[in-house]
C-alpha cells in the first residue's frame, strides 16, 4: 500500500513539474530567421549567392583599397590572374613590392616586418634537450618570448613568403551589411601600418642584431 501510495505521489509530481514546463515554453524561431539568406530550408536550392566579383584591374592601374582597421593587412586591389598559388620559388609580388622597386612603380613596399627573420636557431643537443640560439632550454614557452630572435636581414623573411596567407582580394557586394566603424590609433591608419621602429620589438625581453 504505501508502495503504490509512493509511486502515485511520484507520477503526480512529475506531472505538475511537466505542466509548469510547458507553460513556461522557450520562444520559437522560423527558419526564415536563421543564417544569412533569410529563407526557409526547402527552398535551398533556390537560393543563388551573390556573384563575387573581383578587381580586374591591372597592377598599375588599380586604386589602393583603405584599410579595415589600423595595421590591418591591405587587401589586393588589383588583379591575381597567373599570380597563384605563390611559392618560394615562385613569388611574383615581391617583382612590385620590394621596398627597392615598389616607388618608381607606385606600388606599397611591403614593410620592415616583413624584412626581419623572428626565427631562433634552433636543434637538438645530443642529450636530447632543445638548444635556442646556442642555449639549452627545459621548456620553449615564454610569456616575454626571450628565445624569439630579431635579426635584420634586409630582404623578405622566408616565414612571409606566402603572401596570399594575409593579404587576399576584395570582392565587389555585401552578403551582409556593415556597420563596423573603425577608430584608428594613427591619423594615417587608413593607408599605413604603425608597426615599424621599436614597436616592433615592444614587449620581447630580446635584442635585436
Request: hydrophobic fraction near 30%; proline fraction near 7%.
Amino acid at each position: 500500500m504505501k508502495l503504490v501510495t509512493k509511486l502515485g505521489l511520484g507520477l503526480a509530481v512529475t506531472s505538475f513539474i511537466v505542466f509548469i514546463g510547458c507553460s513556461q515554453a522557450q520562444p520559437t524561431y522560423s527558419e526564415e530567421s536563421l543564417g544569412l539568406r533569410k529563407v526557409d530550408l526547402y527552398t535551398e536550392n533556390t537560393v543563388m549567392p551573390e556573384e563575387t566579383k573581383y578587381n580586374k584591374a591591372s597592377p598599375s592601374s588599380s586604386k589602393t583599397i583603405a584599410r579595415a582597421f589600423q595595421d590591418a593587412p591591405p587587401m589586393i586591389p588589383h588583379d591575381t590572374e597567373g599570380m597563384l598559388p605563390i611559392t618560394v620559388n615562385n613569388n611574383q609580388c615581391v617583382s612590385c613590392h620590394a621596398p627597392e622597386v615598389a616607388p618608381s612603380l607606385g606600388a606599397l613596399p611591403y614593410p620592415k616586418s616583413h624584412m626581419i627573420n623572428f626565427r631562433p636557431d634552433t636543434h637538438l643537443a645530443k642529450d636530447g634537450k632543445i638548444v635556442k640560439n646556442g642555449k639549452e632550454i627545459d621548456n620553449t614557452s615564454s610569456e616575454k618570448l626571450e628565445y624569439v630572435t630579431i635579426k635584420n636581414i634586409n630582404k623578405l623573411s622566408g616565414a612571409r613568403f606566402n603572401c596570399s596567407q594575409c593579404h587576399a582580394p576584395q570582392s565587389e557586394g555585401e552578403l551582409v551589411g556593415n556597420t563596423f566603424q573603425p577608430d584608428f590609433t594613427n591619423k594615417d591608419g587608413m593607408k599605413k601600418s604603425s608597426w615599424t621602429g621599436s614597436k616592433l620589438t615592444e614587449g620581447l625581453d630580446t635584442l635585436m642584431e
